[in-house]
């Protein structure tokens, strides 16, 4: 066989032209020649500027990189937030406002008894259409959008600008990378830092992905910055002040994550620090369809059926918790009492603690839990039923609700982005870790270090703000 290669080899190279190996070494020159054109300076006659290069000059600049950078996620994350808005409200219209109230007729015309309709129409139901209503519209905006910087060749730039401050807490360059796919999601994240070779580096990343702020979480920091923080400031700056009270929290939170990533590697993760060599890609135009087409199924949906199949249950558990009683109040009316000296103390309330305990499966329904939980304890002024999430009218409505209902203060307010940052991850992100590490050890760190900086930090906020005040 080795003898009929050979003499294929042969055949196939008597048939080449004369001057092709003269052509090869002229080609090879010929390259040559143009990088080194466009790379190299001569005799005081500078490089040809190439595109390519002058983006790298901004983008990759100690000081212009990192404010470009800033200008170009803050454009994707506001993007993201106002885009999503239109859509959201057309899913909950569609979903909550017309489906559910279908579904309580059908319910009603079959005969089903009151708490059959109860459990699985306003429990499981209405809190899968929370979810989708909240969760599928920024991440169909999310997705597309980092992707179509992926392709563009940008994100391998983010990694080259901040690989500095990674490689310096003793953490992997591209956890620079699996850090901004956590934005999207945390789930995403998590899968994402099989990018990273090192077994010890990559649990750094998986660990610290949770202080990247996913979808869930967004709506949360959004609310409390416009009805609370926005408030003591005049109309005019109002949506300034409260823009940068939730970008205030994402700088926060990329700060704990190099902390973190530092402690963890000088204590249970030490070791030495990987070096790789990153290539930096030309730019190129995004393939916007294929984009659409891959970012949609193999992330969005694939994110949101898991952020579904965990809300359900979540869904039923609020609702069971709201109207089953024991004695003479309900099960959720005794956990807010337990739960509140606790809340006191980190500068929140029971009814918080015990919106966080029931939806760990999914954090898009944190604030629709807040306000049912708030009006049918508190003061009901609006009719709520037991256990049954409620959309208010506007932001200023939810905020007169927590304010009189619930005695919120800005401190509570504050406190809340804090913990909304610093908290254990969804249920969807805990399944990740663990199927990613396969260690109950890992998991568990992943899931209990992000909870007690949050009690830590925030009770000591409340500390200072109460000495102060």
């Not at 109860?118 to 909240?134: K, M």
């Not at 919120?408 to 990740?432: E, K, Q, R």
Request: charge should be neutral.
């Amino acid at each position: 066989m080795t003898s009929d290669l050979l003499d294929d080899a042969t055949r196939l190279r008597d048939g080449l032209p004369e001057d092709f190996r003269d052509r090869v070494v002229e080609s090879l020159y010929t390259d040559a020649a143009r990088m080194a054109a466009t790379s190299v300076d001569r005799d005081g006659v500078r490089a040809r500027l190439t595109v390519d290069r002058a983006l790298d000059r901004v983008l990759t600049h100690h000081v212009w990189g990192f404010l470009a950078m800033g200008v170009l996620f803050f454009g994707v994350f506001w993007f993201t937030i106002a885009g999503a808005a239109v859509p959201s409200e057309l899913l909950y219209d569609l979903l909550v406002d017309d489906v559910h109230g279908w579904l309580l007729e059908v319910f009603a015309a079959v005969g089903a008894p009151w708490w059959v309709t109860g459990l699985l129409v306003d429990g499981v139901y209405l809190a899968t259409a929370w979810v989708i209503a909240v969760m599928l519209p920024p991440m169909a905006i999310f997705f597309p959008l980092f992707t179509l910087l992926e392709d563009f060749g940008y994100l391998p730039r983010v990694a080259f600008n901040l690989d500095r401050l990674f490689a310096r807490s003793g953490a992997h360059g591209k956890q620079a990378l699996t850090m901004m796919m956590g934005y999207g999601c945390n789930a995403a994240g998590v899968t994402a830092t099989r990018i990273i070779d090192s077994r010890r580096e990559r649990l750094i990343a998986i660990i610290t992905n949770n202080f990247s702020i996913c979808n869930g979480r967004w709506p949360t920091l959004i609310l409390m910055g416009t009805i609370f923080v926005g408030a003591v400031v005049p109309p005019w700056l109002a949506g300034f002040v409260a823009a940068g009270s939730v970008i205030a929290v994402v700088l926060v939170g990329i700060g704990v994550t190099l902390a973190v990533s530092w402690l963890l590697s000088r204590t249970v993760l030490r070791g030495e620090s990987s070096v790789y060599s990153l290539e930096l890609p030309p730019y190129r135009p995004p393939q916007v369809w294929r984009t659409l087409y891959t970012s949609i199924i193999d992330r969005t949906l694939k994110v949101l059926r898991r952020a579904v199949v965990m809300a359900a249950p979540a869904g039923a558990v609020i609702w069971l918790i709201g109207n089953v009683h024991l004695g003479d109040a309900s099960v959720a009316a005794h956990l807010v009492t337990a739960l509140d000296p606790i809340g006191w103390v980190i500068g929140l309330n029971g009814v918080i603690l015990l919106a966080y305990l029931v939806a760990v499966p999914a954090n898009e329904i944190i604030i629709p839990t807040i306000v049912m939980l708030t009006l049918t304890l508190g003061a009901n002024t609006l009719g709520a039923a037991p256990g049954v999430m409620l959309e208010l009218g506007d932001d200023q409505q939810i905020g007169s609700v927590l304010v009189t209902a619930g005695g919120w203060t800005l401190l509570t307010a504050v406190n809340l982005m804090l913990f909304t940052l610093l908290h254990n991850p969804c249920s969807t992100t805990v399944l990740t870790i663990w199927n990613e590490t396969r260690s109950v050890r890992w998991t568990a760190v992943a899931t209990l270090l992000p909870l007690g900086l949050g009690f830590i930090v925030c009770a000591i906020t409340a500390l200072v703000a109460r000495l102060v005040m």
